[in-house]
């Protein structure tokens, strides 16, 4: 499903229009960036919780060249799923 999909799954599902459900996902995905980028997570009772971690630097290799990369070290974007969401995830109904 891409955003455009997600957006209509949920107008049909609320009975708001589409252009209100892109402000309010926009506005949802311009709201978590930014508590992450501020250091803080995101927690979604039920669904999941949006954090971030650490990446220690560390050294790759160029594929083309052979040559050893340096990666710096940097925080990543993660996503823990909640109990419910595992549940509905993993349950056999359709």
Do not use: H
């Amino acid at each position: 499903m891409n955003k455009s999909e997600l957006i209509k799954s949920i107008s049909d599902k609320s009975g708001l229009t589409q252009t209100d459900c892109a402000k309010a996902l926009d506005a949802f995905i311009y709201t978590v960036s930014n508590s992450l980028k501020s250091g803080n997570d995101v927690r979604l009772v039920g669904f999941g919780t949006f954090g971030t971690s650490k990446r220690a630097a560390t050294t790759a290799i160029n594929p083309r060249t052979r040559q050893p990369i340096k990666v710096p070290a940097r925080k990543v974007a993660k996503f823990k799923a909640g109990k419910t969401l595992q549940d509905v995830v993993n349950s056999s109904k359709k």
